[in-house]
């Protein structure tokens, strides 16, 4: 939703919406008072449409997360179930190029919203947890030494969230092919390419293609 | 699950937190509204309440023998919005570097604010009831009251800024003070609106 105290010319033009919008309720209450009453529910409606659907036309503000160290690489991995994919792993190598590269892996505890809201997270996080454990497990064996971490259940949060406390380079996102894929429905890489002053690369990983090989 | 060790590498207090892409000045002004809103809430909820039942008695609002005086309140609303307007200015002028325009939006918003509030004092004193009075009598107080101290409070504000910007404060890259200032004015003036509407023409 926007604010539309955002800033003061937001503001100074809330003034005169107020005032369009009550002017319209009185005049069609000095008509009659039932009018009123429509003419009050309907404004009502289009304000409170116009305040939920004005925030999808604004371009978040971009990010620059802060420097990482200057002696190390450091690479943030945002993956759900093709948290193990081997093209993810392939991806990660290359990206380390032989440097001192430090990996952080976090998975999202995605969740139902009706969950969410009645803050019932705990098999979400136990399942992203298992995933986590499995991948890291993989990611050791293939030669890269991984850190892991579960993040919230909205993945540009989770993303958001270790850019403060990682402070990586570079941003790596697993997705599923497209039309497979939820995240890229949600435009979740658009939505990190948006916020963040950060290089990010995209990773198709094809679970069933990979399963077939 | 293996946590990122980062607490041993930072020293000092954590860099602050940005996530809800709003700073944490314009954000504090937000929550703040959000609070006045609540109250204002809880004067309106009074009055309906107070309306719903009294009009149930004899059909008629306000309860005779008590009037409004709508000419001067819809004289004082045309006062508060040119105040919003000449506030907009000093805003405007502040962000393109017109300092003379900047300082006479201040003024001049300051001397409307002043003007507002005169005027409701001096309706106060004409209206021949007091707050004892009856329940109709409590609840306007009550409202017009409540609005006229945060007017007095915006005024307060808005006389900070203006010996600010006769100092020589604010600039085009620094207005922070006129634009959370400026905020609070335009959110007195809407709540003003609110209270015009329902308290002295419905």
């Known amino acids: ?213 | 699950m293996t946590s990122a060790a980062e607490a041993h590498e930072h020293h000092g207090p954590p860099p602050i937190h940005y996530s809800s892409r709003v700073s944490p000045s314009v954000l504090g002004m937000y929550l703040f509204i959000a609070s006045e809103i609540m109250l204002f809430g809880s004067f309106f909820t009074v009055y309906f309440f107070d309306r719903v039942v009294n009009n149930g008695v004899n059909g008629v609002w306000p309860p005779p023998p008590y009037h409004r005086p709508v000419y001067v309140a819809a004289i004082n609303t045309l006062i508060l919005v040119t105040s919003s307007a000449s506030m907009h200015w000093a805003d405007t002028s502040a962000k393109k570097g017109n300092r003379a325009g900047m300082k006479a939006g201040l003024v001049l918003t300051v001397c409307l604010g002043f003007t507002f509030l005169f005027t409701q004092v001096i309706e106060y004193h004409r209206l021949g009831f007091n707050t004892s009075d009856t329940s109709f009598a409590a609840t306007f107080f009550g409202l017009t009251g409540l609005h006229g101290a945060h007017v007095f409070v915006g005024l307060t504000i808005l006389l900070c800024m203006t010996i600010r910007a006769f100092r020589g404060h604010f600039s085009p890259e620094h207005h922070h003070g006129i634009e959370i200032g400026g905020i609070y004015w335009h959110f007195v003036d809407v709540m003003w609106i609110v209270v015009f509407v329902t308290v002295y023409l419905l």
Request: aromatic fraction near 8%; charge should be negative; include cysteine.
């Open chain 1, 1 to 213: 939703m926007r604010n539309p105290f955002r800033s003061e010319a937001d503001a100074f033009r809330f003034v005169w919406v107020t005032i369009g919008y009550f002017a319209l309720i009185v005049v069609a209450s000095l008509i009659n008072e039932w009018l009123g009453v429509a003419v009050f529910i309907v404004l009502t409606g289009v304000v409170i449409w116009w305040l939920f659907h004005s925030a999808e036309r604004e371009t978040p503000v971009k990010q620059a997360p802060a420097a990482s160290p200057a002696d190390e690489h450091r690479i943030l991995v945002v993956a759900n179930e093709t948290v193990g994919g081997p093209e993810l792993r392939s991806e990660i190598q290359e990206r380390a190029g032989g440097r001192r590269t430090r990996v952080l892996v976090v998975c999202p505890a995605l969740n139902s919203p009706l969950r969410h809201w009645a803050s019932d997270e705990d098999d979400a996080r136990h399942a992203a947890q298992e995933r986590l454990d499995r991948s890291l497990e993989s990611m050791r064996a293939a030669g890269i030494d991984a850190e892991g971490q579960i993040g919230d259940g909205d993945p540009l949060q989770a993303i958001e969230d270790a850019i403060r406390t990682f402070r990586p380079d570079e941003l790596i996102i697993s997705t599923h092919p497209p039309g497979r894929s939820h995240w890229l429905e949600r435009g979740v890489v658009d939505g990190a390419r948006e916020r963040y002053e950060i290089r990010l690369t995209h990773v198709v990983v094809d679970l069933d293609a990979d399963a077939d090989h």
